[in-house]
């Protein structure tokens, strides 16, 4: 399978724990994006990175919340001290810098946070 | 701020029946997407539109972009049951991060 892959599916944590998310991008692009989606909403971009450069961070992206793109392959992303506000879908998407191409998401992570 | 509402927010129609949903955005952007999502899965990639004129279609769905009024549309022709699911256009300003509208969630019944 070539396209954007996330781990884990579904994570269930207790309020004030950590987790951290994995993202692989499609292998020869070199942006990478995670956006956040809540039920009945569509996604709100958190934060994106060219290779491993992290170019921009939503005013979402609270002191909690950390990403790493540490060798421009595969990113993480932490979120710190768990609320249950956090609960929602984690999408990561990847892209080429060509003037014409999309963002291919991925199946997302589902926190819940009891 | 840009921003991205669509219309409606809901619609049920019945199979065989024509009909659209509008996308309209807040400041002149570079690209349009639409995207499918079916429940508790992710997002697939419909189309881009380009440019102000462009039109596409795939199957049943057909998308089309008018930059100078900032509005672009998904016309459904004779849907079927395996339409239904919520449909989000995107926009984003010269390769930056996409800017989604709230979605519109299609139910197709008999």
């Known amino acids: 399978d070539t396209g954007v892959s996330q781990d884990p599916r579904h994570k269930i944590t207790k309020r004030g724990q950590n987790v951290t998310f994995r993202c692989d991008p499609i292998?020869?692009?070199?942006?990478l994006y995670w956006y956040r989606q809540t039920l009945g909403q569509g996604p709100e971009f958190l934060t994106y990175?060219?290779?491993?450069?992290?170019?921009?961070k939503s005013r979402l992206l609270s002191d909690r919340f950390s990403a790493e793109r540490p060798k421009g392959s595969f990113s993480t992303l932490e979120i710190q001290r768990t609320e249950q506000g956090d609960s929602a879908m984690y999408l990561c998407?990847?892209?080429?810098?060509?003037?014409?191409?999309?963002?291919?998401f991925g199946p997302g992570t589902r926190l819940t946070v009891l | 701020e840009l921003k991205v509402e669509q219309n409606p927010l809901f619609l049920s129609m019945q199979e065989g029946k024509n009909y659209t949903i509008y996308c309209n955005y807040s400041?002149?952007?570079?690209?349009l997407y639409w995207y499918r999502q079916d429940p508790g899965k992710s997002l697939e990639s419909l189309f881009v539109?380009?440019?102000?004129?462009a039109v596409k279609q795939e199957g049943r769905l057909m998308a089309s972009l008018d930059t100078k009024a900032r509005l672009s549309t998904l016309h459904i022709t004779a849907a079927v049951h395996d339409l239904s699911a919520t449909y989000f256009c995107?926009?984003?300003?010269?390769?930056?991060?996409?800017?989604f509208g709230k979605g519109t969630r299609l139910s197709v019944i008999a």
């Open positions: 998407a990847s892209s080429m810098t060509r003037s014409q191409d999309t963002q291919y």
């Open positions: 292998s020869e692009h070199n942006r």
């Open positions: 400041t002149t952007s570079d690209r």
């Open positions: 995107a926009v984003d300003i010269k390769n930056t991060p996409l800017v």
């Open positions: 539109l380009l440019s102000n004129g």
């Open positions: 990175f060219q290779n491993e450069a992290q170019l921009e």
